[in-house]
């Protein structure tokens, strides 16, 4: 073997080290969140068997935990961006507001279903409005929306719920909600396509590349051509018209309109978001992580039951994921910055 030969082969190993390494940087947060599912399926596997080896538990988790992940991936749009969305929430059940609204009037499911995407559409855009050309920060905005529209939906209906037994066998029913081979409720199916399509635009198109940028460095990004307010109002306006379909799909799914149906998804939703790897500070985070830890979040509440602890366990644990998360976020953003 020649010296040249030997001399290229400690150099190729250093360069495949140098490619592995890079590539476990660029993908660390995915990786981890990873980790911590299998962890917590292999404790649960391990505390509970008989619930966790069954195929019952799963299919629970493909019905449910849609219901705040159909949120929390477009969300993590709008806390790339630098801001926060609180008023999802609201937004759940004024969307479905605009459904009964115009199906009362018209009987017609499909129009109900048009207005119930109109008006989480109105709501988020309004948001974002006033975040950008009114200059109220994010937080206090959407704590006074979120009061706002959950009023106005007590208002319009008269706190009075709806039943959606008319919608059952309509195409809308088995489209969101059907089972697919009996079993796999298409909600869960619904989740991987918004993982999918938000994942190609925030990796993939320009929009994501904005909507980075002004997370990252919002100075950098007007120099460099974003317009910065449409790139949130955008933001916004995509989480008000996917927190109304969440809000269609659950009460599709319960059969039941609640005007206050989507006040318990707040902590699940957040938690979620930060667990995944996305940064409250912006500029970071990932479509994957958001996936992934939406049903890590989901899993929580079933495993604290199988455990023998009471529900109430789940609003303590979630809290804590939060306040734990953006903990480590910001003690390495201080660290490496």
């Not at 069954?54 to 477009?74: C, D, E, K, R």
């Not at 109109?118 to 006074?144: E, R």
């Not at 109304?244 to 059969?255: D, P, R, T």
Request: proline share 2%; charged share 5%.
């Amino acid at each position: 073997m020649s010296s040249l030969e030997e001399t290229a082969r400690p150099l190729s190993a250093i360069k495949s080290r140098s490619r592995l390494s890079k590539l476990l940087g660029k993908y660390s947060m995915q990786i981890a969140i990873l980790g911590v599912a299998i962890f917590i399926w292999i404790l649960f596997v391990i505390g509970a068997p008989r619930t966790f080896l069954s195929g019952n538990i799963y299919a629970a988790f493909m019905t449910s935990t849609p219901f705040f992940a159909l949120v929390a991936i477009p969300l993590t749009l709008v806390v790339i961006t630098g801001e926060i969305d609180l008023s999802f929430t609201s937004i759940i059940a004024w969307g479905m507001t605009g459904y009964s609204v115009v199906f009362q009037a018209t009987h017609s499911v499909g129009l109900g279903f048009v207005a119930c995407l109109l008006f989480g559409l109105m709501a988020g855009f309004i948001n974002g409005l006033i975040v950008v050309k009114i200059g109220i920060p994010s937080l206090v905005t959407t704590i006074g929306t979120q009061f706002f529209w959950a009023g106005l939906v007590l208002i319009v209906t008269n706190a009075q719920g709806l039943g959606m037994g008319a919608t059952q066998g309509t195409f809308l029913h088995h489209l969101f909600v059907g089972r697919v081979g009996g079993f796999v409720p298409a909600q869960f199916f619904w989740t991987i396509g918004f993982g999918v399509i938000f994942w190609f635009f925030l990796n993939r198109h320009r929009f994501g590349a904005h909507v980075y940028l002004v997370g990252d460095n919002i100075d950098s990004a007007r120099l460099m051509g974003v317009n910065v307010g449409l790139t949130k109002i955008i933001a916004f306006s995509i989480v008000g018209v996917a927190a109304a379909f969440s809000g269609f799909v659950q009460s599709e799914e319960l059969l039941f309109f609640w005007p206050t149906g989507g006040q318990g998804y707040l902590l699940p939703t957040l938690a979620a978001v930060f667990l995944g790897g996305t940064s409250v500070f912006g500029g970071s985070g990932t479509i994957f992580g958001t996936f992934v830890a939406c049903f890590v979040i989901g899993a929580i509440n079933a495993g604290i039951v199988a455990a023998g602890l009471t529900g109430y366990w789940t609003s303590v644990i979630s809290g804590l994921i939060v306040v734990a998360s953006v903990s480590i976020q910001t003690i390495l953003s201080k660290r490496f910055t």
